[in-house]
């Protein structure tokens, strides 16, 4: 039996970003206002329930997405967030309020680690989206440092960075949106390597790719 060509069927999706992006946007400034005291310590439950509700299921939506489009590290930023802001909405549930949780400023220090991490890797093609995830990351370290210290010194500093990680989200999704609607770059991503020629629609060196990727075969 002699093979031929390989036909490569992908579903298309569109991409988890501006998604992923809002979610961290409405996150990052519910929970600055809470810090910056815009909204009374007695409502930490609601804003739990908030958090709960909105950051996190977008989060985790936008992760499952990310993995399916092949963008691993993007899936692995957006599933720290998503976890991140479940273990914060869970604390502000069940604390009592104004306590403050040593633990979760642990577990905040780590998630900063990790987005860091994860930042890094994505500057090779994403240099906005990995700025914005290295904003995030020093955001959750820095109140990971409030939280153990109790110095309020820092939970104002988080809270600030937060609100310019709100802005930066939010320009995220904008930038996406309009990318995806015009199929080319509106506002500067600052894109680089195999991002840029991606939304250059330049598939070959990809296609190349998965035609050696686990579970592709040649067709007849």
């Known amino acids: 039996m002699e093979l031929s060509h390989t036909h490569v069927v992908l579903r298309p ?13 409405i996150g990052s400034f519910v929970e600055s206002g809470f810090d910056l005291h815009w909204v009374n310590a007695a409502e930490a439950h609601q804003v739990g329930l908030i958090l709960l509700a909105v950051p996190f299921p977008l989060q985790l939506l936008a992760c499952v997405l990310a993995y399916l489009a092949r963008d691993g590290t993007v899936g692995a930023a957006l599933g720290v967030l998503a976890s991140s802001w479940l273990a914060i909405a869970l604390i502000h549930v069940t604390a009592d309020p104004g306590q403050t949780s ?32 290295m904003t995030a990351g020093a955001r959750f370290m820095i109140a990971g440092v409030y939280l ?24 995220c999704v904008l930038a996406f949106e309009l990318e995806g609607q015009r199929h080319r770059t509106v506002l500067p991503t600052f894109r680089a390597n195999s991002g840029a020629a991606a939304i250059r629609d330049d598939f070959t060196t990809q296609v190349d790719e998965v035609e050696h990727e686990a579970g592709v075969r040649l067709t007849t």
């Open 148 to 171: 153990l210290s109790r110095d309020g010194a820092w939970q104002t500093v988080a809270a600030v960075l937060g609100l310019l990680l709100t802005a930066a989200a939010g320009y």
């Open 102 to 133: 040593a633990a979760l400023g642990l577990m905040l220090m780590a998630s900063g680690g990790a987005l860091s991490l994860s930042a890094i890797a994505a500057s090779q093609s994403k240099r906005l989206t990995a700025c914005v995830f």
């Open 13 to 25: 999706i569109g991409s988890p970003l501006p998604l992923g992006m809002s979610g961290l946007a």
